[in-house]
């Protein structure tokens, strides 16, 4: 496992990233497992007053509920493989988590928009870890004070990037479309909710 990150270039906050922390015969297996045994569902959320079906598939585990965009996901039990990945992560992002939020990108249609993961629950500058199996897309950020101010992570497989405090407070992050043929990923993003 890569124990020493790189450190992500963005003002005001602190992210790191952990190249392939889960070896790449690891990331295949656990791929593949998460793909099969996850209960991935198509989620409705709401934007601007109307229902909007989500481009990617989703499910959560975790300890408490976890509501954005109008959508609450329910506390659910923690099925294997996940409590192992979330103690590596949590090993490296020295923070304890108590839910994920998994995401699978089928195709290059499938995408995440601008957003930060800065719901009330997570409190007010909450650390967020994000581990990716399968292909590799573009992971952007934007400074939410200044839309020309953008960066793009390479993340890969068995990456894991821990956004750190700032991050949320003053960057939005994204995956978006693209035309070119890709596989699929999976993303899971650790958090700690504070409050219900």
């Known amino acids: 496992m890569t124990a020493t990150p790189e450190r992500v270039a963005l003002a005001g906050a602190e992210a790191d990233h952990y190249r392939a922390a889960f070896p790449s015969g690891e990331a295949d297996r656990l ?4 793909r099969r045994e996850l209960d991935w ?5 709401r ?11 989703s499910a959560w585990y975790g300890d408490a509920p976890y509501t ?12 294997d493989p996940l409590p192992a990945i979330k103690a590596r992560v949590e090993a490296l992002a020295g923070q304890s988590f108590n ?12 995408s995440m928009g601008w957003h930060a993961d800065d719901e009330a629950e997570l409190g007010p500058d909450p650390v967020v870890a994000s581990v990716v199996f399968g292909t590799a897309r573009r ?3 934007k400074r939410k004070d200044d839309a020309h101010r953008k ?3 390479a993340l890969g497989h068995g990456d894991i990037l821990v956004m750190g405090p700032g991050t949320q407070r003053h960057w939005l992050h994204a995956v978006p479309k693209t035309a070119k043929p890709v596989g699929e990923r999976i993303n899971l993003t650790f958090r700690l909710i504070t409050a219900s």
């Open 31 to 34: 791929f593949a497992v998460l």
């Open 41 to 45: 569902r198509e989620a409705t959320i």
């Open 47 to 57: 934007l601007f007053g109307r229902a909007v079906t989500q481009p990617r598939l």
């Open 68 to 79: 954005y965009s109008n959508l609450t996901w329910p506390a659910r039990p923690w099925p």
């Open 99 to 110: 839910g994920v939020l998994a995401n699978l990108y089928r195709d290059g249609r499938d």
């Open 139 to 141: 992971f952007l950020f």
């Open 151 to 153: 960066l793009e992570v």
